[in-house]
């Protein structure tokens, strides 16, 4: 059974670092078949795409957030994280991981999810 | 970017009741589109792939259909269960982006 799991800081002060790590359970993170992905939602609101990484360590990112983002893998952990700079209360938002096929960006398979509030 | 947007914003329903929810993209998406359900205070689970497919362990009285820039999601007898928010994503152009969801109500 496939499971994420995110874990990091839920209070990330304004114009610091958001880190965010997320572990895979149940299979291998080097798996070529699937990009690792991280996604966002701000409260009461949708969902966003931020980028993903695929276990080679090519990464593509969600030209919004790409000034700021970067998303990394170990694949010895079996763990790929997130790194988001200069946050804003804008920032603020439930952060999911989540496993998409490379043929086809669905995402099957999600952590629960990790808030984060950006405040001094 | 490809905008998805979603109609209803919101709907009230009745157990029993068959329902469908549209999604609309900006530009063609070929079927590389997919629905999923969020409840609240828990991440989405995907219930449809490639516009149409079924995912693993997902009812069959879910089911999906369209191509190109309309796609609908029909439920065909609500259960008590099915009442949450469902937002459809496009999968055929980064940034891969969500429509703003369908929150479904107990009438």
């Given at each position: ?28 993170i ?25 276990y ?52 099957d ?12 | ?7 209803p ?11 469908t ?47 190109g ?39």
């Amino acid at each position: 059974q496939v499971q994420l799991q995110e874990s990091g800081p839920e209070l990330v002060k304004p114009s610091q670092t958001l880190s965010l790590t997320c572990t895979f359970s149940g299979g291998s993170i080097s798996n070529g078949d699937f990009y690792w992905n991280w996604i966002r939602q701000p409260p009461g609101k949708g969902l966003e795409w931020i980028g993903y990484i695929y276990y080679s360590g090519n990464s593509f990112y969600n030209p919004s957030l790409e000034s700021r983002v970067a998303i990394s893998v170990d694949t010895s952990k079996n763990q790929f994280s997130l790194r988001l700079t200069s946050v804003t209360a804008a920032d603020t938002a439930i952060y999911f991981c989540a496993r998409s096929m490379v043929y086809s960006m669905y995402f099957d398979s999600w952590g629960q999810g990790t808030p984060v509030t950006v405040s001094s | 970017d490809i905008q998805m947007t979603q109609s209803p914003p919101s709907l009230s329903a009745s157990v029993g009741d068959r329902v469908t929810l549209t999604c609309r993209a900006s530009q063609t998406i070929s079927n590389y589109l997919s629905w999923y359900q969020q409840k609240s205070g828990t991440a989405p689970k995907l219930l449809i792939y490639s516009a149409s497919t079924l995912q693993s362990g997902v009812p069959s009285r879910f089911s999906g259909s369209g191509s190109g820039t309309d796609f609908t999601l029909t439920i065909s007898s609500l259960q008590p269960e099915d009442f949450a928010t469902y937002y459809c994503q496009q999968g055929y152009m980064a940034p891969y982006t969500f429509g703003q969801g369908t929150k479904l109500e107990i009438k």
